[in-house]
């Protein structure tokens, strides 16, 4: 069964950083490109930023690129997203996501319960 | 970008009825679009792609259509766990929009 499992997530101060990782399992994790998202409360859903699969290529959206930065760990099954500079408009649940694995498109066919961040002094 | 305008942002219906809700792109995205499902408090789930293919394991009362920049999802015969949020996502184009989504209730 694909699991996707997010972790990392809480109260933070403006300005601040912090880590939010997800572990996968059920899949060849190596196979898939990875991408995370965000849900601010009663919103709509962002897109944020792209891995390939052998970390060689990462994209981000325009409202994060600079302050976040997104890896991950084949060997570990892991996809993490370090969130810096953090402001009360980030605030959101984090969802990390597979990519289906179609060469035409880009479909997200599993993806984490997700996980909160709260920035607020 | 190319933006995605789903209509409505609210729908009202009873349990059997069909309910249709529509996305609009902002350009032609030949047929390269997604429809998710999302619950209170889960994570959106995959129900449609290429405009017109069912994910696995998604009841085949939910279905798709459209081509160029007008799309659409149908839902017949409404089952009780069919009330959650529905969110159009563009395929084609880097960065993968979606729709401010459309939130079905129980009348």
């Known amino acids: 069964e694909v699991q996707l499992v997010e972790s990392g997530g809480g109260l933070v101060q403006p300005g601040s950083s912090l880590k939010v990782s997800c572990v996968a399992s059920g899949f060849t994790f190596s196979s898939y490109v990875m991408h995370w998202f965000r849900q601010a409360p009663e919103n709509g859903i962002e897109w944020l930023a792209y891995?390939?699969?052998?970390?060689?290529?990462?994209h981000y959206a325009e409202t994060v690129k600079g302050r976040f930065t997104i890896s991950r760990d084949n060997a570990k099954n892991t996809v993490d997203m370090q969130l810096s500079s953090l402001r009360s408009e980030d605030t959101a649940m984090y969802f990390c996501a597979r990519e289906r694995r179609d060469s035409y498109a880009h479909y997200f066919d599993y993806w984490g319960q997700g996980v909160m961040v709260t920035v607020s002094s | 970008d190319i933006q995605m305008t789903q209509s409505p942002a609210s729908l009202s219906a009873s349990l059997g009825e069909t309910v249709t809700i529509e996305c609009l792109a902002s350009?032609?995205?030949?047929?390269?679009l997604a429809w998710y499902q999302q619950k209170p408090g889960k994570s959106p789930q995959l129900l449609i792609y290429?405009?017109?293919s069912l994910h696995t394991g998604v009841p085949s009362r939910f279905s798709g259509s459209g081509s160029g920049t007008q799309y659409s999802l149908k839902i017949n015969s409404l089952q009780p766990e069919d009330f959650a949020s529905y969110y159009c996502q563009n395929g084609l184009s880097a960065p993968r929009t979606f729709g401010a989504g459309t939130k079905l209730e129980l009348k």
């Open positions: 891995i390939n699969t052998d970390s060689s290529s990462t």
């Open positions: 290429d405009a017109s």
């Open positions: 350009e032609d995205i030949y047929d390269i």
